[in-house]
């Protein structure tokens, strides 16, 4: 499956945006997808993932409740819905998508979009 997220920019803190991961290729609804972000100088970190199903989702404790991962198997996209943005949320936005269940852990993943940036100006 190929991935393809957009949807980043700029925007200032207590803003949002929408994130969007399409995907191509394989069945889209068998794949449970996830966000993860890495900001400069630091590592990889889980943001949020959706299970295949839609039924189970999970977020990062640092964005939970500003934050809403959904999906819409119909159109092959995962949305991450971004509120109330502080600018430690900075970064690059990548989506992952696997078979089988959600997990946080990125080793877990196999196909990967290019990432998308997202800036929060204070």
């Known amino acids: 499956v190929q991935l393809q997220a957009s949807g980043g920019g700029l925007v200032q803190a207590g803003g949002s945006l929408r994130l969007s991961c399409a995907a191509s290729?394989?069945?889209?609804?068998?794949?449970?997808v996830a966000w993860f972000r890495q900001a400069p100088g630091k590592e990889r970190a889980f943001v949020s993932t959706?299970?295949?199903?839609?039924?189970?989702?999970y977020y990062a404790d640092s964005v939970k409740g500003r934050f809403t991962i959904s999906r819409d198997n119909a159109k092959n996209t995962v949305y991450l819905q971004m509120n109330s943005l502080k600018p430690e949320d900075t970064a690059v936005y990548y989506c992952?998508?696997?078979?089988?269940?959600?997990?946080?852990?990125?080793?877990?993943?196999?196909?990967w979009g290019q990432g998308t940036l997202v800036t929060v100006s204070s």
């Open positions: 290729g394989r069945t889209f609804s068998s794949y449970s």
């Open positions: 992952a998508a696997k078979t089988g269940g959600a997990y946080s852990d990125s080793r877990k993943y196999d196909y």
């Open positions: 959706i299970s295949w199903t839609g039924g189970t989702t």
